[in-house]
Protein backbone atom coordinates (compact mmCIF):
# COMPACT_ATOMS: atom_id res chain seq x y z
CA UNK A 1 0.00 0.00 0.00
CA UNK A 2 3.04 1.96 0.69
CA UNK A 3 4.47 1.29 -2.21
CA UNK A 4 1.29 3.63 -4.02
CA UNK A 5 1.10 6.40 -2.66
CA UNK A 6 4.24 7.83 -4.67
CA UNK A 7 2.37 6.79 -7.92
CA UNK A 8 -0.97 8.55 -6.24
CA UNK A 9 0.78 11.47 -5.54
CA UNK A 10 2.51 11.77 -9.03
CA UNK A 11 -0.75 11.47 -10.64
CA UNK A 12 -2.21 13.79 -8.47
CA UNK A 13 0.42 16.52 -9.71
CA UNK A 14 0.19 15.65 -13.42
CA UNK A 15 -3.67 15.88 -13.80
CA UNK A 16 -2.85 19.63 -11.30
CA UNK A 17 -0.31 20.81 -14.04
CA UNK A 18 -2.48 19.90 -16.73
CA UNK A 19 -5.41 21.68 -15.83
CA UNK A 20 -3.41 24.68 -15.17
CA UNK A 21 -1.82 24.74 -18.62
CA UNK A 22 -5.07 24.47 -20.07
CA UNK A 23 -5.40 27.68 -22.10
CA UNK A 24 -9.17 26.94 -23.07
CA UNK A 25 -11.32 30.41 -21.71
CA UNK A 26 -14.39 30.71 -22.36
CA UNK A 27 -16.10 33.34 -24.30
CA UNK A 28 -18.44 35.88 -23.00
CA UNK A 29 -19.12 39.44 -23.58
CA UNK A 30 -16.70 41.83 -23.02
CA UNK A 31 -17.80 45.87 -21.80
CA UNK A 32 -15.20 48.65 -21.87
CA UNK A 33 -15.26 52.45 -22.65
CA UNK A 34 -13.03 54.56 -25.00
CA UNK A 35 -11.46 57.39 -23.79
CA UNK A 36 -9.02 60.50 -24.67
CA UNK A 37 -5.84 59.80 -23.52
CA UNK A 38 -5.38 64.06 -23.28
CA UNK A 39 -8.95 64.59 -21.66
CA UNK A 40 -10.19 61.67 -20.46
CA UNK A 41 -13.41 62.26 -22.52
CA UNK A 42 -15.33 59.06 -24.17
CA UNK A 43 -15.00 58.54 -27.92
CA UNK A 44 -18.01 57.76 -30.10
CA UNK A 45 -17.51 55.67 -33.20
CA UNK A 46 -13.95 54.32 -32.28
CA UNK A 47 -14.20 50.86 -34.54
CA UNK A 48 -13.32 47.74 -32.11
CA UNK A 49 -12.12 44.56 -33.91
CA UNK A 50 -11.35 41.45 -32.03
CA UNK A 51 -8.46 40.11 -34.11
CA UNK A 52 -8.71 36.52 -32.73
CA UNK A 53 -13.01 35.99 -33.10
CA UNK A 54 -12.81 38.41 -36.75
CA UNK A 55 -15.77 40.39 -34.60
CA UNK A 56 -15.98 43.85 -34.92
CA UNK A 57 -18.00 46.71 -33.12
CA UNK A 58 -18.19 50.66 -32.76
CA UNK A 59 -18.42 52.38 -29.54
CA UNK A 60 -21.38 54.82 -28.27
CA UNK A 61 -22.06 58.24 -27.58
CA UNK A 62 -20.58 57.48 -24.02
CA UNK A 63 -17.63 55.87 -25.62
CA UNK A 64 -18.81 52.34 -24.62
CA UNK A 65 -18.72 48.94 -26.28
CA UNK A 66 -19.63 45.45 -25.87
CA UNK A 67 -18.14 42.28 -28.32
CA UNK A 68 -17.09 39.04 -27.42
CA UNK A 69 -14.11 37.80 -26.56
CA UNK A 70 -12.06 36.13 -24.21
CA UNK A 71 -8.77 36.32 -22.25
CA UNK A 72 -5.66 36.59 -24.07
CA UNK A 73 -7.49 37.84 -26.95
CA UNK A 74 -6.50 40.89 -29.04
CA UNK A 75 -8.81 43.73 -29.71
CA UNK A 76 -7.77 46.09 -32.54
CA UNK A 77 -8.73 49.76 -31.93
CA UNK A 78 -8.85 52.47 -34.61
CA UNK A 79 -10.13 56.60 -34.65
CA UNK A 80 -9.46 58.75 -36.77
CA UNK A 81 -7.33 61.35 -36.04
CA UNK A 82 -5.60 58.91 -33.06
CA UNK A 83 -3.10 56.10 -32.71
CA UNK A 84 -4.25 52.71 -33.54
CA UNK A 85 -3.99 50.63 -30.22
CA UNK A 86 -3.76 46.80 -29.48
CA UNK A 87 -5.06 45.45 -25.92
CA UNK A 88 -4.88 42.11 -24.81
CA UNK A 89 -8.04 40.74 -23.07
CA UNK A 90 -7.29 39.74 -19.13
CA UNK A 91 -9.42 38.31 -16.55
CA UNK A 92 -9.88 41.58 -14.36
CA UNK A 93 -11.43 42.89 -17.74
CA UNK A 94 -14.44 40.84 -17.40
CA UNK A 95 -14.72 41.33 -13.18
CA UNK A 96 -15.01 45.27 -13.69
CA UNK A 97 -17.11 47.33 -15.85
CA UNK A 98 -15.24 50.41 -15.40
CA UNK A 99 -12.73 49.30 -17.48
CA UNK A 100 -11.49 52.09 -19.57
CA UNK A 101 -8.78 52.01 -22.42
CA UNK A 102 -7.08 55.50 -23.91
CA UNK A 103 -6.47 56.27 -27.09
CA UNK A 104 -3.62 58.88 -28.16
CA UNK A 105 -4.18 61.86 -30.36
CA UNK A 106 -1.71 61.96 -33.26
CA UNK A 107 0.42 64.79 -34.11
CA UNK A 108 1.10 65.63 -37.55
CA UNK A 109 3.26 67.64 -39.02
CA UNK A 110 1.55 69.67 -42.27
CA UNK A 111 3.81 70.59 -45.36
CA UNK A 112 3.10 72.87 -47.62
CA UNK A 113 0.62 71.90 -50.81
CA UNK A 114 0.63 73.52 -54.13
CA UNK A 115 -2.25 73.03 -55.83
CA UNK A 116 -1.40 73.15 -59.99
CA UNK A 117 -5.00 72.58 -61.44
CA UNK A 118 -5.54 71.47 -65.00
CA UNK A 119 -5.24 73.92 -67.89
CA UNK A 120 -8.94 73.88 -69.42
CA UNK A 121 -10.01 76.02 -72.25
CA UNK A 122 -13.18 76.00 -72.11
CA UNK A 123 -13.81 73.52 -75.20
CA UNK A 124 -14.61 70.51 -74.39
CA UNK A 125 -12.94 68.28 -77.15
CA UNK A 126 -9.45 69.52 -76.58
CA UNK A 127 -10.05 69.51 -72.34
CA UNK A 128 -10.95 66.11 -72.96
CA UNK A 129 -7.80 65.00 -74.78
CA UNK A 130 -5.71 66.80 -72.04
CA UNK A 131 -6.86 65.10 -69.14
CA UNK A 132 -5.06 61.87 -67.80
CA UNK A 133 -6.12 58.68 -68.65
CA UNK A 134 -6.66 56.11 -66.20
CA UNK A 135 -5.31 52.92 -67.48
CA UNK A 136 -6.79 50.71 -65.09
CA UNK A 137 -7.58 47.34 -66.67
CA UNK A 138 -9.38 45.84 -63.88
CA UNK A 139 -11.55 47.08 -61.31
CA UNK A 140 -13.10 45.24 -58.47
CA UNK A 141 -16.80 46.06 -56.86
CA UNK A 142 -17.22 45.33 -53.24
CA UNK A 143 -20.31 43.02 -52.77
CA UNK A 144 -20.23 41.50 -55.77
CA UNK A 145 -17.25 40.21 -54.67
CA UNK A 146 -16.90 40.20 -58.91
CA UNK A 147 -13.95 41.87 -61.04
CA UNK A 148 -13.93 43.46 -64.82
CA UNK A 149 -11.44 44.23 -66.85
CA UNK A 150 -11.65 47.13 -69.08
CA UNK A 151 -9.42 49.18 -71.98
CA UNK A 152 -6.94 46.40 -73.09
CA UNK A 153 -7.13 43.30 -72.72
CA UNK A 154 -4.43 42.29 -70.38
CA UNK A 155 -4.00 38.40 -68.54
CA UNK A 156 -6.86 37.76 -66.30
CA UNK A 157 -6.39 36.46 -62.82
CA UNK A 158 -7.33 32.63 -63.63
CA UNK A 159 -4.55 32.91 -65.69
CA UNK A 160 -2.06 34.52 -63.55
CA UNK A 161 -3.31 32.31 -60.72
CA UNK A 162 -2.88 29.23 -62.97
CA UNK A 163 0.32 30.05 -63.48
CA UNK A 164 1.49 30.60 -60.19
CA UNK A 165 -0.09 26.88 -59.65
CA UNK A 166 2.37 25.57 -62.41
CA UNK A 167 5.24 27.47 -61.51
CA UNK A 168 5.85 26.38 -57.97
CA UNK A 169 8.55 29.78 -57.69
CA UNK A 170 5.44 32.34 -59.04
CA UNK A 171 4.80 34.87 -55.84
CA UNK A 172 1.50 34.34 -55.68
CA UNK A 173 1.72 30.21 -54.54
CA UNK A 174 4.27 31.47 -52.28
CA UNK A 175 2.12 33.73 -51.01
CA UNK A 176 -1.23 32.11 -50.52
CA UNK A 177 0.44 28.61 -49.39
CA UNK A 178 2.23 30.01 -46.40
CA UNK A 179 -0.67 31.62 -45.12
CA UNK A 180 -3.39 29.76 -45.21
CA UNK A 181 -4.60 30.67 -41.41
CA UNK A 182 -4.66 34.24 -42.44
CA UNK A 183 -6.44 33.81 -45.69
CA UNK A 184 -8.79 31.41 -44.45
CA UNK A 185 -10.40 34.68 -42.03
CA UNK A 186 -11.94 36.47 -45.48
CA UNK A 187 -14.74 35.00 -45.40
CA UNK A 188 -15.61 36.02 -42.01
CA UNK A 189 -14.22 39.38 -42.42
CA UNK A 190 -16.51 39.53 -45.48
CA UNK A 191 -19.86 38.22 -43.23
CA UNK A 192 -19.39 41.08 -40.58
CA UNK A 193 -21.21 44.27 -41.24
CA UNK A 194 -19.28 46.29 -38.81
CA UNK A 195 -15.68 45.18 -39.97
CA UNK A 196 -16.77 45.92 -44.02
CA UNK A 197 -18.42 49.26 -42.49
CA UNK A 198 -14.68 50.21 -41.15
CA UNK A 199 -13.00 48.79 -44.14
CA UNK A 200 -14.82 51.07 -46.60
CA UNK A 201 -13.79 54.53 -44.82
CA UNK A 202 -10.07 53.44 -44.69
CA UNK A 203 -7.47 53.09 -47.49
CA UNK A 204 -3.87 52.98 -45.16
CA UNK A 205 -4.31 48.95 -45.10
CA UNK A 206 -3.08 49.02 -41.52
CA UNK A 207 -6.51 47.52 -40.39
CA UNK A 208 -5.65 44.57 -42.94
CA UNK A 209 -2.07 44.26 -41.95
CA UNK A 210 -3.50 43.67 -38.55
CA UNK A 211 -6.70 41.47 -39.61
CA UNK A 212 -4.59 39.16 -42.21
CA UNK A 213 -1.50 39.10 -40.85
CA UNK A 214 0.22 40.12 -43.98
CA UNK A 215 2.59 42.88 -44.58
CA UNK A 216 1.91 46.05 -46.80
CA UNK A 217 4.09 44.70 -49.49
CA UNK A 218 2.65 40.98 -49.34
CA UNK A 219 -0.60 42.80 -50.20
CA UNK A 220 0.23 44.44 -53.40
CA UNK A 221 1.96 41.01 -54.21
CA UNK A 222 -1.02 39.22 -54.14
CA UNK A 223 -2.99 41.97 -55.91
CA UNK A 224 -0.43 42.64 -59.04
CA UNK A 225 -0.43 38.78 -59.29
CA UNK A 226 -3.93 39.15 -59.80
CA UNK A 227 -3.89 41.41 -62.44
CA UNK A 228 -4.95 44.48 -60.62
CA UNK A 229 -3.50 47.53 -61.89
CA UNK A 230 -1.54 49.67 -59.72
CA UNK A 231 -4.20 52.76 -59.90
CA UNK A 232 -6.63 50.30 -58.48
CA UNK A 233 -4.14 49.25 -55.81
CA UNK A 234 -3.05 52.46 -54.80
CA UNK A 235 -6.72 54.01 -54.62
CA UNK A 236 -8.78 51.50 -53.72
CA UNK A 237 -10.44 51.28 -50.08
CA UNK A 238 -9.54 48.35 -47.92
CA UNK A 239 -12.51 46.98 -47.96
CA UNK A 240 -12.55 47.03 -52.03
CA UNK A 241 -9.10 45.63 -51.33
CA UNK A 242 -10.60 42.80 -49.35
CA UNK A 243 -12.91 41.51 -51.95
CA UNK A 244 -9.76 41.36 -54.21
CA UNK A 245 -7.98 39.52 -52.35
CA UNK A 246 -10.48 36.89 -51.54
CA UNK A 247 -12.26 36.62 -55.05
CA UNK A 248 -8.00 35.92 -56.54
CA UNK A 249 -8.09 33.12 -53.53
CA UNK A 250 -11.27 31.45 -53.96
CA UNK A 251 -9.97 31.08 -57.77
CA UNK A 252 -6.95 30.02 -56.29
CA UNK A 253 -8.28 27.47 -54.17
CA UNK A 254 -10.39 26.00 -56.96
CA UNK A 255 -7.28 25.90 -59.61
CA UNK A 256 -5.18 24.19 -56.92
CA UNK A 257 -7.51 21.37 -55.84
CA UNK A 258 -6.92 20.54 -59.34
Known sequence: MNRLLPFVFLLCVVIGVSQENDTTQPIEELQATVINAQTNFPL???????????????????????????????????????????????????????????????????????????????????????????????????????????????????????????????MLRNLFGKRPAQLRKLRQMKEDEDIRDLLASKFDRETLIQLLQLEKMDIEDILTNCSYSKSFIKTANDLQILDAISSCYEEYKVLNRR
Open 44 to 170: ESVHIINLNRIKGTITDQDGKFTITAAVNDTLYLTYLGFKPQKVRVTNDMFKFDDTKIALTELAYALEEVVVRPYQLTGYLDIDVKNLPINTSYQYSISGLNKSYEAGNKNPSSVTKVLGAILNPAD
